[in-house]
């Protein structure tokens, strides 16, 4: 795969989650249906596309130890927001209608451990891990000054209003436009990824 691909492809996949939540809650409730599974799906193919452009920028800002705990934190984040999602996925599929999903949600954040591990503490890695590493790379100047306040704009927009998403979505492919074009297009060797 281009090198390339995910740091367009990742912000594309978030604006299109953000679109169709917004039309899933024209009617008033979100899911479940069509749009809360085809949205959900859309951000989880974003979140797998996440991990090579985390990885990617540790190698642009010199694999040191932190862009290295910067790009596992993020990893580690995308996995609690995929088991996140895929618990949204499988609740809206059991379910007859809003009202049901919000019991079952219930029942699955009452399991010791889920709230915090799934939902509550762990997937703000992802944020911090994204964060983290863009700043790293300002501050090398591999990246201009203002990439990592449109990737904070886009990291805080959902926490004030998720009908935000699609505004923030569009701020971080913009800041990352510029990263992706410093990456090789095509992948490198597997000796030179070191």
Not at 148 to 153: A, F
């Amino acid at each position: 795969m281009n090198s390339r691909i995910p740091f367009i492809a990742a912000p594309l996949l978030v604006l299109a989650y953000g679109v169709i939540r917004i039309l899933d809650g024209l009617d008033g409730s979100r899911g479940p249906g069509i749009a809360w599974t085809t949205g959900h799906l859309a951000f989880m193919a974003a979140l797998v596309l996440f991990v090579p452009v985390f990885w990617q920028m540790r190698r642009m800002a010199g694999g040191n130890t932190l862009a290295t705990a910067s790009a596992a934190a993020g990893t580690v984040g995308v996995v609690a927001l995929l088991a996140q999602f895929g618990i949204d996925i499988a609740v809206g599929f059991m379910s007859a209608d809003n009202e049901a999903m919000g019991v079952l949600f219930d029942r699955v954040q009452s399991v010791p451990g889920v709230s915090a591990v799934v939902y509550d503490v762990v997937p703000l890695l992802f944020f911090a891990g994204q964060l983290a590493l863009v700043v790293q790379l300002a501050a090398l100047r591999r990246v201009r000054v203002w990439t990592p306040l449109l990737v904070m704009v886009d990291l805080i927009l959902p926490f004030i209003e998720k009908d935000l998403i699609p505004l923030g979505a569009l701020c971080l492919l913009v800041s990352f436009v510029p990263v992706a074009r410093q990456v090789p297009a095509s992948p490198r060797p597997a000796a030179a990824l070191a």
